[in-house]
């Protein structure tokens, strides 16, 4: 009798885990659906691919994208730039805006900067 429930609640468990894996699967394929309805080709091209160099990166954008697309109701196509966009803001990167001057390259904000520095230094000498 022991070992009879022994046996049901081993059957019982793995009957729960192949449950929980198949409710896994059809959640998969339906992410993909909707992520391959409203995503441009590159764009779907960029995401497997960041997904497979940054699982954790590219998990982070799906949910995202998904969310916006569930919950928020949007229904535009989402292109490359979008993606690299969330996924900026995901990494918390700002904006990577390079100047190449005489051979020297800086960073776009420091070269306004720059200007604006020597723009006041030009009307205070006057």
Request: aromatic residues 6%.
């Amino acid at each position: 009798m022991i070992r009879r429930k022994k046996m049901a609640k081993f059957v019982a468990r793995e009957k729960k885990i192949q449950e929980q894996k198949e409710q896994k699967e059809k959640s998969d394929v339906g992410r993909a659906n909707l992520l391959q309805k409203y995503l441009a080709p590159e764009a779907q091209t960029y995401l497997s691919a960041l997904t497979k160099n940054e699982p954790h990166i590219g998990k982070r954008v799906e949910d995202i994208l998904l969310n916006l697309i569930v919950y928020r109701g949007l229904r535009q196509t989402i292109t490359q730039l979008d993606i690299r966009y969330v996924e900026r803001q995901v990494k918390g990167e700002g904006p990577k805006i390079r100047v190449q001057r005489d051979g020297e390259t800086s960073d776009f904000g420091s070269y306004v900067k720059d200007a604006i520095k020597e723009s006041s230094n030009d009307t205070t000498k006057d």
